[in-house]
């Protein structure tokens, strides 16, 4: 459907046919009548399906009507749980919304309070926030919510994961009973449907894809590892394929992602680290870098599992499995955005048979192992049966010292490192520094 056949005012129209928009993708052209009609809406759509849009643009052309009321406060409030997120809804608000001056402003965690405040007392339109962040601001009476008119839960599941939503209760129950409520979420069943049922009313439900017909632009493979030395080999093999452009690796805690960092740099990758111990301006100068090609390896943990959208992100590398099945799906869809295809592999320890199982119980599809000639795995556990449901060898042991899954990176002076990097215990890894070997 095109975007001129939804009612949209010419403003918002003319923004978005500047940035390249003319057909709406699936989720916009069911979500985009809902929310212009009124209704509040639970909504469910593959990432990188143009969910942003979905709720952005009828937000926008609310606002191309002007309101009654002279406050200074928001009239569109978005929650999200991450400042990757936040960024990502604040830009495309202000893309969508130039023609109509919109004003919006992001208020997350790791910002300096001056410069908040500073934002927070001059007129605003929209405000993208974090849950905690947003409430200790309305506590301390920095907020004016009287004239909200729609209040936006992106990525709900996650914010419940995250144990954000005491504070999104406590945020809704100070807003105006005569408000517009929307509600994104990769799952609508469960607990977001319970929450669903107390801050909405009489929603509209929109289900775009199914669990299992999502990715099908993202190719899947799985790799079995026997130990760190074989981890760190495959990874080294795959980031200097030619076919790489930009990936984004995923490790299981920050301290890993930052070991990871510095051991990639050392072997000649233009790499960087993304966690949530960073500062936001830290945060923020990685991802400039990432979208400017100064970096192709990012090494994140799973604050960067939503929220990035980069079209040059060829392969997503799940260096560590995710500890919840939903992760593996949002981590692979940092790739093979917008149509574009994309590449996301596995490493999984023969003692992770229990999240694989996990992983392909809740995406429908089973992950195939693969192989590299001259990097197979020498132990080799069963992956199918005979019935075709995914299975593995049972009554497997580890012996002693055995590699088990555990986070892959042991402290500083402990573990073998990548790259080639002496360790003070005397260790050195199958690597050799490649000096300032530029990473293509």
């Not at 000649?268 to 400017?292: S, V, Y």
């Not at 093979?336 to 392909?360: D, N, P, T, V, W």
């Not at 119980?361 to 795995?377: D, H």
Request: overall charge positive; hydrophobic content about 40%; aromatic content about 4%.
């Amino acid at each position: 459907m095109s975007f001129e056949n939804l009612n949209l005012h010419p403003s918002i129209l003319h923004a978005l046919q500047e940035a390249g928009y003319t057909e709406a993708t699936p989720i916009q052209a069911e979500a985009i009548p809902e929310i212009m009609a009124g209704h509040d809406l639970m909504a469910s759509a593959q990432t990188g399906t143009g969910k942003t849009a979905a709720f952005i643009v009828p937000a926008l052309n609310l606002l191309a009507t002007p309101h009654p009321s002279k406050s200074r406060g928001p009239r569109i409030l978005v929650l999200v749980p991450t400042r990757e997120l936040a960024a990502q809804v604040n830009d495309a608000a202000r893309k969508y919304g130039k023609f109509i001056r919109a004003r919006t402003v992001s208020i997350v965690g790791g910002m300096p309070y001056p410069l908040q405040n500073k934002l927070l007392s001059q007129p605003l339109d929209i405000l993208v926030a974090t849950p905690g962040r947003l409430l200790d601001h309305m506590e301390r009476g920095r907020i004016d919510l009287s004239r909200l008119q729609m209040l936006i839960l992106d990525e709900a599941d996650r914010m419940l994961d995250m144990g954000f939503m005491p504070d999104v209760e406590r945020i809704c129950s100070a807003l105006p009973g005569e408000r517009q409520t929307l509600l994104f979420s990769a799952t609508l069943e469960g607990n977001i449907a319970r929450i669903a049922s107390q801050i909405l009313r009489n929603p509209k439900t929109i289900q775009i894809a199914a669990q299992q017909a999502k990715h099908e632009n993202i190719e899947q493979r799985l790799h079995f590892v026997d130990d760190m030395g074989h981890k760190n080999k495959l990874l080294e093999h795959l980031l200097i394929a030619p076919e790489v452009n930009q990936a984004i690796v995923f490790t299981s805690t920050k301290r890993h992602a930052e070991l990871l960092s510095e051991d990639l740099i050392a072997a000649g990758h233009k790499a960087a680290a993304l966690h949530g111990d960073m500062t936001q301006g830290a945060r923020n100068r990685t991802l400039t870098k990432l979208r400017h090609g100064d970096v192709n390896v990012l090494v994140a943990t799973d604050v960067a599992a939503r929220g990035i959208d980069i079209a040059g992100i060829s392969h997503v590398i799940n260096y560590d499995l995710p500890k919840f099945a939903e992760d593996y799906v949002h981590r692979i869809g940092r790739t093979g955005r917008a149509g574009r295809s994309g590449i996301a592999i596995s490493f999984a320890a023969h003692g992770e048979r229990f999240q694989l199982r996990k992983i392909e119980q809740y995406t429908g599809q089973r992950l195939e192992a693969a192989v590299i000639a001259g990097l197979e795995p020498q132990r080799k556990p069963q992956t199918g049966n005979s019935n075709g449901k995914p299975g593995f060898k049972p009554g497997f042991k580890h012996g002693a010292g055995k590699f088990d899954g555990k986070p892959a990176h042991k402290p500083r002076g402990q573990g073998q490192g990548y790259g080639g990097q002496k360790r003070h215990d005397g260790e050195k890894s199958s690597f050799k520094p490649r000096g300032n070997r530029s990473f293509a």
